[in-house]
């Protein structure tokens, strides 16, 4: 099994919807992050969590939401979807320090029509 | 805050030749420098990473140098072949409690066989 997964791989939602994005991580680690993708753009932080009780807006947090319901499991939300959120979206965890690097999952491919 | 700039955006090789890919980076403080690897259709991948207590790391075919008076680190790639063909980004953080990496935009590798 993947050290972290993300749920599901690809979505085609309709603009205006309401969507999560699901992410779950076997590497024990407080520290989790959601990034999203977009082509010459590298990865871009937007929400990250230190604990369970800790959730922190990245650089562009704004049209997104985020639940720390466990350790282990951190999932994103579109309140709203919108086109210009149709991106390649990845949940990484990490340890405490975050110096040893992050373990990245394989990524949603979002698309909103 | 910190940043990362990557360039080019893309790079071109023959097989078997050599590839150096170089970031620059603008917080002096910054001293974690972590390059990853993302394969089509896959998370980015730790391949090798430096911190600022040393000036160059080896693994194989692949070696990172980092200079800090100058706040730029390089990965170099000898003997290329097609599957080091990928999306690299380099990255930069302040180890500690609060650490949070800053990614640089990526950069596009073409092995040529």
Same mark, same amino acid.
């Given at each position: 099994d993947a050290d972290v997964t993300q749920t599901p791989r690809n979505r085609i939602t309709k603009t205006g919807k309401r969507i999560m994005l699901e992410c779950s991580q076997t590497k024990g680690h407080d520290r989790m992050y959601w990034y999203r @993708?977009?082509? #010459?753009?590298?990865? /871009?932080? &937007?929400? +990250?969590?230190?604990?369970? =009780?800790? &959730?922190? =807006?990245?650089?562009?947090?704004? #049209? +997104?939401?985020?639940? /720390?319901?466990?350790?282990a499991k951190f999932s994103l939300s579109l309140e709203s979807a919108i086109p210009n959120q149709t991106a390649l +979206?990845?949940?990484a965890t990490s340890d405490p320090t975050g110096s040893y690097g992050y373990t990245f999952g394989s990524g949603t491919r979002l698309t909103v029509v | 805050g910190e940043n990362v700039e990557q360039h080019p955006s893309t790079l071109s090789v023959q097989e078997g030749d050599s590839a150096v890919i170089k970031c620059t980076y603008s917080d002096s403080a910054s001293?974690?420098?972590?390059?990853? =690897?993302?394969?089509?259709? =896959?998370?980015? @991948?730790?391949? &090798?990473d430096i911190r600022s207590n040393v000036g160059e790391k080896k693994d194989q075919r692949i070696a990172v140098t980092l200079n800090k008076t100058a706040k730029h680190f390089s990965l170099h790639i000898t003997e290329t072949q097609p599957e080091d063909s990928a999306v690299y980004f380099c990255a930069a953080s302040i180890s500690g409690a609060n650490s949070k990496l800053t990614f640089g935009k990526g950069i596009t590798l073409s092995v040529r066989p």
């Open positions: @993708q977009d082509p #010459g753009l590298g990865l /871009r932080l &937007i929400y +990250y969590s230190f604990d369970v =009780k800790d &959730i922190n =807006k990245g650089e562009i947090s704004d #049209g +997104y939401s985020v639940s /720390r319901q466990a350790q +979206y990845f949940c | 001293n974690y420098f972590p390059w990853y =690897k993302q394969e089509l259709g =896959k998370g980015p @991948q730790l391949i &090798i």
